[in-house]
């Protein structure tokens, strides 16, 4: 049995909601927020059989998208006269984590 943690940006949450359901996939979806970026994020947890990680992982793949985005950051030497520049950053994707699970019950 494997715990997989998904964290996917939220203009990817919904189309990947949708084909978790379609796939028969169960998850639980979570509402979080990326420290970089202080975006919005959606965590998907998981819990597979061992040889079920492969379709999940590709279900997530399908869905996950990365793209480039333009954030401002700060220069100059301090807070109060520091302008603001936009910085080209890559976001979206999926951070993927995959656990083992010494038990799972369901009640």
């Known amino acids: 049995m494997k715990l997989i943690i998904a964290i996917v940006q939220n203009k990817d949450a919904e189309e990947l909601s949708q084909r978790f359901v379609k796939n028969g996939i169960r998850a639980t979806k ?3 927020t990326g420290g970089f970026l202080r975006a919005g994020n959606t965590t998907f947890l998981i819990g597979t059989a061992d040889e079920d990680v492969p379709e999940v992982l590709g279900t997530i793949r399908l ?17 109060s006269s520091a302008q603001t520049q936009p910085v080209k950053v890559s976001v979206g994707g999926a951070t993927v984590f995959v656990l083992d699970v010494e038990q799972f019950k369901r009640f």
Not at 63 to 79: A, C, I, N, T
């Open 30 to 32: 979570l509402s979080t």
């Open 63 to 79: 869905s996950s998208h990365q793209r480039e985005e333009y954030v401002q950051s700060q220069l100059g030497s301090s807070m």
